[in-house]
């Protein structure tokens, strides 16, 4: 798979999950993608937190279920119903959960770039995720993203002191299905539009010409 299909064919999943075991070599390589995420400063301020006991994914599902509740109260009519046929989470389903934190003291307090821009140290812990997203893509795993909690209840689940960020809850399984198009469109709830409507020249709401713009419309990957 070259770098672009994974990009086009990566999904986040919460449905599919296949009883099927993901063999260690492969975790291992999906968070040695991770690790090969650029981090500000080389600070690599993540962790990853390999979550196989299910009492404790019952706990997180538990708090999941909660907030999608409220969620679902706080919808109008027409949005309810198109909420409920949504799946928001594999936890108990899939192979293995993967907590990932981000350390802002990480390697000291002389971190080349982060001095202006704290989130940095965020970001770069982003970058490991969407490196693991694809790199599971390409081993047949498919990845869906929680975030359906207050975050401080799912670090105390998790002894995570207080000073490190929960950055990200992954659900990490093999597959039975692997659909083209995110399921949020599929169940008609949004839709990706297109990219010409994000672009800007130079300043802010300044359009690109229409030559580029037309380029940008016939751009495949
Ligand atoms: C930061 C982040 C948090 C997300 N949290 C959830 C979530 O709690 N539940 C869920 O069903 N999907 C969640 N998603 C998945 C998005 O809905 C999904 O990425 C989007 O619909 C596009 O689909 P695709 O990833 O398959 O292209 C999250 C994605 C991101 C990037």
Redesign the pocket.
């Known amino acids: 798979m070259d770098v672009y299909d994974a990009i086009k064919k ?5 449905s599919w999950f296949s009883d099927e075991k993901i063999p260690d070599e492969i975790i291992s390589k999906i968070l040695l993608a991770g690790h090969y995420a650029p981090s500000v400063g080389l600070s690599e301020p993540w962790n990853f937190i390999m979550i196989k006991d299910i009492n404790i994914r019952k706990k997180v599902r538990d708090l ?1 279920n909660k907030k999608r509740c409220e969620f679902y109260n706080s919808l109008p009519e027409d949005k309810k119903e198109k909420f409920e046929k ?4 594999g936890i108990l389903e899939s192979y293995v959960n993967i907590a990932v934190t981000c350390d802002f003291n990480r390697k000291g307090p002389d971190i080349l770039g982060r001095a202006f821009i704290r989130a940095t140290s965020e970001y770069s812990t982003v970058l490991a995720i969407e490196n693991m997203w694809l790199a599971a893509r390409s081993e047949n795993i498919g990845i ?5 909690f207050n975050p401080e209840d799912v670090k105390k689940i998790l002894n995570i002191p207080d000073e490190i960020k929960l950055v ?1 809850y992954l659900t990490l399984g093999k597959l039975t299905e692997y659909h083209d ?5 599929e169940k008609q709830w ?1 839709k990706r539009h297109n990219l010409s409507e994000y672009i800007f020249m130079d300043k802010w709401n300044n359009k690109p010409d229409d030559n580029f713009i037309n380029i940008i419309k016939n751009s495949r990957i």
Do not use: H, M, Q, Y
């Open positions: 990566r999904r986040d999943v919460r999941v949504i799946k928001i989470e869906g993203w929680i975030s359906f990200a198009k995110p399921e949020l469109e949004e």
